[in-house]
């Protein structure tokens, strides 16, 4: 009778062992999703020059927009973005009284929305407008902060970027078009 | 032995409520006029139960703009551009703006639950969020940045 109340003791500790890292991890890690799902390329295929409106860090450019003013191609493209931070949920007064915060139970949860859009325009007429959107969210817990707003932001710009790039690098030929002698 | 006790705990006690408390200034008033080329950015923290005794220094890179007291703000004037806003206790938290001439956003601080201690989180809330809940905030006072620093 001993002996079994001992295994499961042991039963019971070793499942609260496996179990504790689990609930700790469960959570951790940021998620993103990224629209429209367009196959990513590897490099950049296209570039088409003209005068770019942009004032944001470079960075987040699409890349394959080179700046070109002088040209005579009458090509423009303005790139725009708009970031909106998530609310927190979660009360903070919650995980306070909650005794599953010390095993890992989020505390918070942080997200980002991000949304690009690249207008093309030739001669002061609308050609084509590309759109990406992505979306990241990040659950917190005593054991795990993660990456800040900021992080957040940098990678779902980035993202927003590459998205861009590859719908840009699909429509290739038509973009090739647009710039005369080349 | 046992006074002596709880007058050593009467006396932390009254320390660790003293302490992350300061003088505030009047209670907000929008700014009426935004420096020539120049962004704002309010940061505040609205006055809650949770982490209420806890302060923390909120810094451009390492510079030292402000110490978020619990029902505190702060009105910051920033070049365009892109502005990083941080703060750290155990956990960093750092938001990042893209500031315009004119233009004025709001960064809510708050604390949540650390191992130890408070852990601050900063976040940019919209301009309709941002204004009613700095309402009953009141104005943190320069000096409290330059008592931290010293």
């Not at chain 2, 420096?35 to 810094?59: A, D, H």
């Not at chain 2, 390492?62 to 910051?76: C, K, M, Q, S």
């Not at chain 2, 960093?92 to 500031?99: G, H, P, Q, Y």
Request: with cysteine; glycine share 12%; hydrophobic share 40%.
């Amino acid at each position: 009778m001993r002996r079994t109340c001992n295994q499961m003791f042991y039963a019971l500790w070793l499942g609260l062992g496996i179990m504790m890292p689990l609930i700790v991890l469960v959570g951790c890690g940021t998620t993103m999703v990224v629209t429209p799902d367009v196959k990513s390329t590897a490099g950049i295929d296209v570039r088409v020059r003209g005068r770019i409106t942009y004032d944001g860090n470079r960075e987040y450019l699409p890349r394959t927009v080179v700046d070109y003013p002088a040209g005579e191609s009458g090509l423009a493209f303005q790139y725009t973005y708009e970031v909106i931070h998530g609310k927190d949920g979660v009360p903070q007064i919650l995980p306070l009284f909650n005794p599953l915060t010390i095993v890992g139970f989020p505390i918070g949860e942080d997200t980002v929305v991000i949304v690009g859009r690249l207008e093309i325009s030739k001669k002061n007429h609308a050609v084509k407008t590309y759109t990406a959107t992505s979306s990241l969210d990040k659950m917190r817990n005593i054991f795990w902060q993660g990456e800040t707003f900021s992080e957040l932001r940098r990678k779902g710009l980035i993202a927003v970027r590459d998205n861009i790039e590859s719908q840009m690098n699909r429509d290739r030929e038509l973009l090739s078009g647009l710039e005369p002698g080349d | 032995m046992r006074q002596l006790i709880i007058r050593i705990a009467t006396c932390l006690t009254c320390v660790f409520l003293i302490v992350g408390c300061a003088t505030l200034g009047p209670i907000y008033q929008k700014t009426d006029k935004i420096q020539e080329g120049m962004g704002l950015v309010y940061i505040y923290r609205p006055s809650g139960f949770t982490g209420g005794g806890v302060s923390y220094n909120v810094k451009v890179g390492d510079t030292v703009i402000t110490t978020l007291y619990n029902g505190g703000y702060y009105p910051y004037f920033a070049k365009p551009g892109e502005l990083e806003l941080w703060a750290k206790t155990e956990a960093k938290s750092a938001v990042t703006l893209d500031v315009r001439a004119g233009r004025t956003y709001y960064v809510k601080g708050t604390v949540g639950v650390g191992f130890l201690v408070g852990r601050p989180h900063l976040m940019v809330v919209p301009e309709s969020v941002g204004e009613t809940e700095i309402a009953g905030c009141k104005l943190i006072p320069d000096t409290s940045v330059e008592a931290q620093k010293q």
